[in-house]
């Protein structure tokens, strides 16, 4: 990165899980914060009166459900704003629901990352580690769970991770 901190990727199998979502379908900046709040608002004012979401319980993620704004064409383009829920969870209305695939996903962790910081993290793994690791792309998901709320830290700085669904080269 631009500021010279190391960047620790690590592969590993994760389980999958369910989550209820609000789907952004067409055009984004990854950046755009005002978009991504609004998501998560309507998303957690669904969640929250049903008891779907509790802070300390719950996971809060992006899933970059239908490609990459730099990489897809922008019309083919969502994403959803997520919460983990229980696999018997209800929804309705514009709240869908779905499972994060399981499988063998690589995984970075950024503590107090700028919203630059993180596309510069998401860039390199799909611009170099992804072609020096021993690894390709592989069928299941893109997401990020978010491990504070940047609204509440005083530089709305992100702790979050980052997993993307690998698999070994050749197979």
């Known amino acids: 990165m631009s500021d010279g901190r190391l960047i620790d990727i690590n592969v590993r199998k994760m389980e999958e899980f369910d989550v209820a979502y609000i789907r952004h379908h067409g055009a984004y900046d990854p950046s755009d914060s005002d978009l991504f709040q609004a998501l998560f608002s309507k998303l957690l004012a669904w969640a929250v009166p049903r ?3 509790s802070p300390d319980k719950s996971k809060v993620i992006t899933l970059f459900s239908g490609g990459h704004p730099y990489i897809t064409d922008q019309s083919n383009l969502t994403v959803d704003a997520c919460t983990s829920v229980d696999p018997d969870a209800e929804v309705s209305g ?3 629901k779905r499972k994060i695939s399981d499988g063998q996903y690589a995984i970075v962790q ?5 919203s630059e910081e993180c ?28 491990d504070n709320d940047t609204e ?4 709305r700085l992100y702790d979050v991770k980052m997993f993307f669904s690998v698999v070994p080269q050749g197979i």
Do not use: M, N
């Open 51 to 53: 008891g779907k979401f």
């Open 94 to 96: 514009t709240i869908g």
């Open 110 to 114: 950024l503590f107090g990352a700028t």
């Open 119 to 146: 596309r510069q993290t998401w860039d390199l793994v799909f611009d170099r580690w992804i072609h020096q690791s021993g690894y390709c792309l592989g069928p299941g998901d893109f997401y990020c769970p978010h």
């Open 152 to 155: 509440q830290h005083p530089e």
